[in-house]
């Protein structure tokens, strides 16, 4: 009896999805609305490592995030806040549960090269 409990665990482990963000969400962010003190451009950054994300906000504030545990691929979950936030497939945009959205920062293209003759 044991042996097939223990094949049964073994077999629902190997067919179940793991608990990882869909798309790593590492970057710079500017915050564009509902930002903490009024900070409206200011930047923010997220650190991923894996499913644990570091995060610093845009008033400076660090905070540990990972996936929720309801929606592991499109929401992560702040305890010390007590709010959860979804991002969108693209990981462009981010909009916490208190109305706060952080909009990936993209820095712009280099400068073509100009050939000298």
């Given at each position: 009896?044991?042996?097939i409990l223990l094949a049964?665990?073994?077999f629902a482990a190997s067919v179940t999805p793991g608990l990882a963000q869909s798309v790593n969400l590492t970057g710079t962010y500017t915050c564009?609305?509902?930002c903490r003190g009024g900070l409206v451009g200011y930047p923010a950054h997220i650190?991923?490592?894996g499913?644990?994300?570091n995060l610093l906000t845009e008033a400076g504030e660090a905070y540990r995030?990972?996936?929720d545990w309801f929606a592991p691929a499109t929401r992560i979950?702040?305890?010390a806040l007590n709010i959860g936030a979804v991002y969108s497939p693209d990981g462009l945009l981010i909009q916490f549960?208190?109305?706060?959205?952080?909009q990936r920062d993209i820095p712009a293209p280099p400068p073509p090269l100009r050939r000298r003759r």
């Open positions: 009896m044991k042996h049964v665990t073994l564009v609305q509902a650190t991923q490592n499913p644990d994300l995030a990972w996936p979950w702040i305890d549960d208190n109305g706060t959205i952080w």
